[in-house]
């Protein structure tokens, strides 16, 4: 079945620790790919977006991402993360410009 | 203006009302979406909206019926909901394409609908 797959559902992580959430997809085509943060009450934010060129995208608030099409992945980093990163991240593609597909979340924690 | 907005914020309704929902958009963007979202699930695609037409059902119940008076406004009228049906209903927008496809989206808060 076609998807987009988020494995780690929930991540906890103390304050300047490295970030990487994972984001597969399983299909070809044209993508577009996309990660949206959801912070505690509040509605979706795009973090950041990969339609061509460099796969190496980077986004608001310190955020990175690369798309690997080998890998068919597209994993979110950050180097060091803070307390106000605490939300949940959803990876998102768009195939073939006509259907659009979320991944299930990853909950992240990060501890004071 | 980069801002979708949806009112109202929350609304609790029974079994027989009738209600509804509404967004708003001013980024001149011609395709709005609505989705469902779930206590910690992703939000679930129910309609889209290219140009003012309807271009995408995902097999939605007809007890919800969305209307798109013009570019701006989006609308999804509930009729005789379930208490299943009580979620985060969000609505989104972003550039369209004569095609009808997909671009990237921006989202409002949502309303929180609640169904006794």
């Known amino acids: 079945a076609q998807s987009v797959s988020q494995h780690n559902h929930h991540v906890i992580l103390s304050e300047a620790a490295s970030l990487e959430l994972g984001c597969n997809y399983s299909y070809g085509g044209t993508v577009n790919l996309f990660w949206y943060v959801q912070y505690p009450g509040q509605h979706l934010q795009l973090l950041l977006k990969y339609f061509s060129g460099d796969p190496l995208v980077k986004g608001i608030k310190g955020f990175e991402a690369e798309f690997i099409k080998s890998k068919f992945s597209f994993n979110l980093r950050k180097p060091s993360v803070q307390w106000s990163d605490t939300a949940e991240y959803f990876c998102a593609v768009i195939r073939n410009f006509n259907k659009f597909y979320f991944g299930s979340g990853t909950k992240l924690n990060v501890k004071p | 203006d980069t801002e979708v907005t949806q009112t109202p914020k929350h609304l609790v309704m029974g079994m027989t009302n009738k209600k509804s929902l509404k967004c708003e958009q001013h980024m001149g963007h011609r395709a709005m979406y609505w989705y469902k979202q779930k206590a910690k699930k992703p939000p679930e695609l129910m309609f889209v909206?290219?140009?003012?037409?309807?271009?995408i059902n995902e097999s939605v119940p007809s007890r919800f019926s969305p209307e798109c008076p013009n570019s701006s406004l989006l609308n999804l009228h509930l009729h005789a909901l379930q208490p299943e049906d009580s979620a985060l209903y969000l609505c989104a927008s972003s550039q369209g394409s004569s095609a009808g496809g997909f671009n990237e989206q921006f989202f409002g808060p949502g309303t929180r609908l609640t169904v006794l």
């Open positions: 909206y290219s140009y003012e037409k309807l271009s």
